[in-house]
């Protein structure tokens, strides 16, 4: 009998839930609110309640799953099914996640950083096409990633590989960065990255330029602002747009030198950008490219939207599939 997974995607403001089957069709979704007061402590029972009332109210057996899979923020220990440091979860002492979900469901459990988890996702269904060597890139409010390499999800000796966002790509006189270091991609590509790149670009610029405008007023200007009104033709946000994605076309690039993957996944709310963002980003990765990675490493575009999480979630679930 084929077995049906549960995806788990945790975020700081909902956590999105997922039936699949096996093969990875979603067959159900739902989300709840995600409670972060009092440290977050109920974060952990309302997943299992919410997971519990779901096949309650479906009237499915427990005997019909395999296992639970989970994305989450935060460093997570993939052995033990801990996490720490989750901030925007308020969980900043050590979580025992896994035992209190395998505890409250009576089902397997396994879990993994949210951004690998994005990237298994993007790989098994999305733009990935299954490829044994697939590296996502997600821009949103920071930069995260993820590297599959062989087909397995690279994490290192600590559970640090991946951290694309953390590349430097402006080596000198760059934006601090969260880490503690400087002029990391994440500083200048991602959603507030591009502001701050078009605020320093402001302070030179002389044209004409509605957004350049906004931002001498002190209006507040977003990277959507920027993107749009560089479709539109503004000069100046073309430029902005110019820097950010030989930003991440460097960055690329030199992921692409280095691991040579089938492709090169950009998702995340930026990516929304579309072809705009995806030609440019792909022209500087030509250019920082040797020939073999020109002709064989592709830069696309991520297909799964807001379903990445719970089907790359998912799909840790698959490993407790008897054969």
């Not at 945790?10 to 609110?33: A, H, M, P, R, Y």
């Not at 006189?173 to 590509?189: I, P, Y």
């Amino acid at each position: 009998m084929t077995k049906k997974i549960i995806g788990i995607d945790l975020g700081g403001t909902t956590v999105k839930f997922g039936i699949l089957t096996e093969n990875g069709e979603v067959q159900d979704k739902w989300s709840i609110e995600t409670n972060i007061l009092d440290e977050g402590i109920h974060i952990v029972p309302d997943i299992i309640d919410s997971i519990n009332h779901r096949l309650d109210l479906y009237k499915l057996d427990k005997s019909e799953f395999a296992g639970i899979g989970m994305g989450s923020p935060g460093s997570v220990d993939l052995e033990e099914g801990t996490v720490i440091g989750a901030y925007n979860l308020n969980w900043k002492t050590l979580q025992q996640v896994g035992k209190g979900i395998t505890a409250g469901t009576g089902l397997p459990f396994a879990i993994d950083n949210d951004a690998n988890v994005a990237a298994m996702g993007e790989r098994w269904l999305g733009a990935g096409e299954n490829q044994p060597d697939v590296v996502f890139i997600t821009l949103g409010t920071g930069v995260g990633g993820g590297i599959i390499a062989n087909g397995e999800m690279i994490h290192g000796v600590a559970g640090g590989g991946g951290e694309i966002g953390h590349v430097v790509v402006v080596p000198e006189n760059g934006f601090e960065c969260t880490c503690g270091s400087r002029g990391c991609l994440e500083t200048v590509a991602s959603a507030t990255g591009v502001v701050r790149v078009a605020r320093q670009m402001a302070e030179e610029y002389e044209g004409d330029s509605e957004i350049k405008a906004q931002i001498d007023n002190g209006e507040a200007v977003t990277s959507k602002d920027i993107f749009a009104a560089a479709e539109q033709g503004d000069s100046f946000a073309l430029r902005v747009v110019d820097k950010v994605c030989m930003y991440l076309g460097l960055a690329c690039g030199n992921l692409g030198n280095t691991l040579n993957p089938d492709s090169i996944v950009i998702g995340g709310g930026m990516a929304a950008a579309g072809e705009f963002l995806r030609q440019q980003v792909e022209a500087y990765f030509l250019t920082f490219t040797f020939p073999t990675i020109q002709r064989t490493t592709k830069i696309k575009l991520a297909t799964l939207g807001n379903d990445a999480g719970i089907i790359g979630a998912a799909s840790l679930a698959r490993k407790f599939i008897k054969e």
